[in-house]
């Protein structure tokens, strides 16, 4: 990560060992003159400790990003870029689409890839979901892999079932050398964008199950260095309590992440 206004080191959490990570994933929101402006903000609000506590990835809308680059850079402001999503394929005629590379060029660090807003709208299937997983580490850059049950898979019981072959279907085919890099993000699809969010022991164990299916795959080394966020109406309020969860390492925020406020406070909570 670069460094800037202080030279203080992103340093692990002595519990687990693993790197927080806090995104905010800003969907279809904000255009690049506010994206500017939010991010100079937020880099107001946050205090050099914030950042030797959690790495913070900011996931704007395409549009956004090269002038979002140029201020990070040109300010040695410490925020990883972030995207929502790219193509699979590295160039060519796929009208309307961005490519892993042409994002890597643009020094975007981390993609979300399968987000539930994507597979659902935009009939994101495994097999894509899988295959943008592949373009991301191609491009040298940190997929954050999104996977959640419905509310009917839910109350079904079958979340467990929907999480590992979830999971598989994106992840199975790496190496345990990217496998170990990936960085999933448990969104409960019940929970994204309604205000309710999932309780610390819901979170907590769909976490587990993910951490699961990592050791049953690649072994525990691996299963220990995977980093998982949790994603779902996180705000300033519950911020905390998921942050002090065994297998969650970080969030994944939207609705609470436009506004630098009540961002800052989620980082600082
Ligand atoms: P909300 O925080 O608005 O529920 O959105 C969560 C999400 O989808 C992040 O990717």
New binding site residues.
């Given amino acids: 990560m670069a460094k800037g206004r202080n030279d203080m080191e992103l340093r692990p959490n002595p519990r687990t060992g693993r790197y927080r990570l806090i995104s905010a994933?800003w969907?279809m929101n904000l255009n690049h003159l506010e994206a500017i402006q939010a991010v100079q903000k937020l880099s107001f609000l946050l205090r050099p400790a914030d950042y030797s506590y959690v790495e913070i990835s900011i996931h704007p809308p395409f549009t956004d990003l090269r002038p979002l680059q140029l201020l990070i850079d040109s300010d040695q402001m410490r925020f990883r870029l972030g995207a929502q999503n790219c193509h699979f394929e590295p160039s060519g005629a796929f009208t309307g689409e961005i490519s892993a590379p042409m994002l890597a060029k643009l020094n975007v660090s981390h993609v979300?890839i399968g987000?539930?807003?994507r597979r659902q709208y935009f009939c994101e299937t495994d097999e894509i979901v899988r295959a943008k997983v592949e373009a991301v580490f191609r491009s040298q850059m940190t997929p954050i892999v999104?996977v959640g049950e419905t509310l009917q898979e839910r109350e079904q019981g079958s979340t467990e079932a929907r999480l590992r072959s979830q999971v598989e279907a994106a992840l199975s085919f790496l190496a345990p050398e990217l496998a170990e890099r990936c960085v999933v993000?448990y969104?409960p699809i019940w929970?994204?964008?309604?205000g309710v969010s999932a309780k610390p022991s819901d979170a907590q164990a769909g976490a587990s199950i993910i951490r699961n299916v990592f050791d049953s795959f690649w072994g525990n080394e691996v299963a220990r260095k995977v980093r998982i966020q949790y994603?779902?109406?996180?705000n300033p309020t519950n911020a905390a309590e998921f942050m002090e969860l065994d297998d969650i390492d970080g969030l994944?925020?939207?609705?609470?992440?436009l506004d630098p406020d009540s961002f800052a406070r989620i980082i600082q909570a």
């Avoid at 929970?191 to 309604?194: H, K, Q, S, V």
């Avoid at 994944?252 to 992440?257: R, S």
């Fill in positions: 994933n969907k979300i987000h539930s807003e999104c993000a969104e929970a994204i964008g309604t994603g779902g109406s996180v994944l925020v939207g609705t609470a992440a």
